[in-house]
């Protein structure tokens, strides 16, 4: 027994101070988004030349910080001189809104990147012109009342264009959260964290047709691709408001109908419109 406990540790001593098992190359696998070129340039700047017995994991998922995407990392040392790196990703789950600036987050809240969109709520500076004379508004002095009216750029909320958007980011519900973020963190907005764990709880054919996702204090509310509108209430019994959420469009379904809204916070009551005809009891 000392003898087996003994030998890979001369080895392995032995090879952390051998030239025989320095690194001269890199390979990687299991990238999807990132680029495999930048993945395996950085990691060639960061190890080669160095001992491979000396690299860990560690040091490894420490190197790939710097690409949000990665969410894990798995090596093989390949003797005598090959380093291998598999990457595990996060898959991205919605598009979050924060500020003036549009992020991709994971289904967990880990923020993943930072889109180069302009917020559809960012204000025009220009005047508009009026009316009556199609020329600009004089700007209101001191002395003039002036009535706030509500407009829909600053009240209505959902995703930008699909045109700005990467093609595989256009089926991504759209969030919004107050709290200041950027890539590498992890939501701590507790709406959002609801938000997320109700997509996630959606089948697949439904969260595919997420569009716009929002939390309240008390409620949740999903608009689908469609328009339909579904009011889940707080984040209590998701699974049976799920169920009972399914079983009104199974309903409608078969009377060839479509559903605006669909209310299943009470899902042993639920509430749907436009109205269908009740059965007549036999």
């Known amino acids: 027994m ?3 406990v003994a030998v890979p540790l001369v080895v392995y001593v032995w090879g952390r101070r051998s030239d025989s098992f320095t690194v001269r190359h890199v390979e990687v696998s299991g990238q999807q ?3 495999r070129r930048e993945l395996v ?3 060639a700047g960061a190890y080669i030349g160095r001992n491979l017995f000396a690299i860990g994991e560690g040091d490894v998922r420490k190197t790939l910080s710097v690409f949000p995407y990665i969410s ?3 090596v093989d040392r390949d003797f005598p001189d090959t380093l291998r790196v598999h990457v595990s990703e996060y898959r991205p789950a919605a598009l979050l809104h924060s500020g003036q600036l549009w992020f991709v987050v994971s289904a967990d809240g ?3 990147a930072q889109l180069d969109v302009r917020s559809a709520t960012t204000p025009s500076p220009s005047p508009r012109p009026s009316a009556s004379t199609g020329r600009a508004s004089p700007r209101p002095d001191a002395t003039t009342p002036v009535v706030a009216s509500p407009s829909p750029s600053a009240t209505a909320f959902g995703p ?4 700005d958007l990467p093609h595989e980011m256009w089926h991504l519900p759209a969030m919004q959260t107050e709290e200041d973020v950027s890539a590498g963190d992890d ?3 507790e709406r959002v964290r609801v938000g997320l764990d109700l997509l996630a709880a959606l089948p697949s054919a439904l969260r595919k047709q997420a569009r716009v996702v929002k939390v309240g204090e008390t409620n949740a509310r999903v608009t689908f691709a469609d328009r339909l509108q579904v009011e889940f209430g707080d984040a209590v019994g998701v699974a049976a408001k799920i169920a009972a959420l399914k079983a009104v469009l199974a309903r409608y379904r078969s009377e060839r ?4 809204f669909v209310d299943v916070s009470v899902p042993g009551r639920p509430v749907a419109a436009p109205l269908l005809a009740t059965p007549s009891p036999r």
Not at 160 to 163: D, E, N, T, W
Not at 257 to 260: D, E, H, I, V, Y
Request: proline share 12%; glycine share 4%.
């Open 257 to 260: 109908r479509r559903a605006t």
């Open 72 to 74: 894990d990392v798995d």
């Open 160 to 163: 930008p264009p699909a045109g």
């Open 41 to 43: 340039r950085t990691l």
């Open 33 to 35: 988004r990132v680029p």
């Open 110 to 112: 880990h923020v993943l």
């Open 187 to 189: 939501v701590s907005d």
């Open 2 to 4: 000392a003898l087996v």
